[in-house]
């Protein structure tokens, strides 16, 4: 009796499991970032409606889930069990295309998205932004979350004005529309320590402007995201991507990006476990508009990153990659700074 309970437990982990797991320490997904689909608006934030197609069409022909984001932060934060090529697509701001050019893709290829929206421009009818009632058409695919009222820098504001930017967007969105979920998009990506602790303390979930893959053990305060808008969005990219694991790191010193003195910022990652010499070797980091930074290895599971020209204002990036054990699969990490301009 114990020989068939074996067999039958196999062929239910081999038939029924193995096309939602995958050979990486945790569940994982990723997460795409849009902002506008248009062929005219500016490069750095917008995605053609044909490339977007393409997107979608290769998502549908080879055999990934898109997910709710919903669906997908409460499988992970549940513990259960993500298909194994999982996806989730989101797009900030609220820009009009999303409804005319994006949505009737998405009924064409029966795929959810989830928009975060600044709600004074719906309140006030920008005319290139959506308006409650769109938003409300679109919600058979469409969720829609939270990305503050103005749209504001949201680093060394009172934590009043941050506080009210979150809450009053919130309520207006649940006004409107019944969303409950705490999801709260950062304007740019940016955040201070105050910030991040209100989110904390406010209970949302993080989502930024980063790129990487998440897993159980991802900063929910601040999930990556990767963009598809302009470069990003070219076919080799967005197939390279969507293939990407979550970088085993257990904890990054420091969680701050913010620098305002030293601008070579160290960056300190703990991995959740040992790597091998190989791993260490094909470990390797990038700066944005520089060379490679200086890595020293701490330990086994632990390595210094450190870039070796100082860092310009504005938004900066450490990205770093390591092959998995699967061809044509690797592991993403980012870690965004911000230099003040002031």
Not at 152 to 161: A, D, F, G
């Amino acid at each position: 009796m114990k020989s068939v309970r074996f067999i039958l437990n196999a062929f239910f982990l081999l038939f029924v499991l193995w096309p939602y797991t995958s050979i990486a320490d945790d569940n994982q997904c990723v997460l795409l970032l849009y902002h506008r689909f248009s062929d005219e608006g500016p490069q750095s934030t917008s995605t053609s409606p044909a490339v977007f197609e393409k997107h979608l069409e290769y998502l549908y022909e080879n055999g990934y889930k898109v997910l709710p984001l919903g669906e997908v932060i409460e499988g992970l934060k549940m513990q259960g069990i993500l298909p194994r090529k999982c996806v989730s697509l989101t797009a900030d701001d609220g820009f009009l295309s999303l409804y005319t050019n994006a949505y009737p893709l998405l009924v064409k290829y029966q795929m959810p998205m989830s928009v975060f929206v600044s709600t004074e421009s719906i309140d006030k009818k920008y005319t290139l932004m959506l308006s409650w009632q769109q938003l409300q058409e679109m919600s058979d695919l469409v969720d829609v979350y939270n990305h503050s009222v103005k749209h504001l820098h949201l680093v060394e504001q009172s934590v009043e004005v941050v506080q009210s930017e979150i809450t009053q967007a919130q309520q207006r969105i649940q006004q409107e529309l019944g969303v409950e979920e705490k999801f709260f998009a950062y304007p740019y990506g940016e955040f201070d320590d105050e910030t991040y602790r209100l989110i904390s303390d406010l209970g949302y979930v993080g989502f930024g402007q980063h790129s990487g893959a998440i897993g159980r053990n991802s900063d929910f305060l601040n999930l990556p995201r990767f963009s598809m808008s302009g470069p990003y969005a070219k076919m080799d990219s967005f197939t390279l991507k969507i293939k990407t694991l979550p970088m085993p790191i257990e904890f990054e010193e420091p969680q701050s990006l913010l620098i305002s003195e030293n601008f070579k910022p160290s960056l300190t990652l703990t991995f959740s476990r040992e790597l091998t010499n190989n791993e260490k070797q094909q470990f390797s980091c990038f700066v944005s508009g520089q060379d490679q930074p200086e890595l020293i290895w701490l330990a086994s599971n632990k390595v210094n990153v450190q870039a070796r020209e100082s860092l310009p204002k504005g938004r900066s990036r450490y990205n770093c990659t390591m092959p998995s054990k699967e061809a044509g699969r690797y592991y993403w990490y980012s870690k965004l700074w911000l230099r003040p301009t002031s």
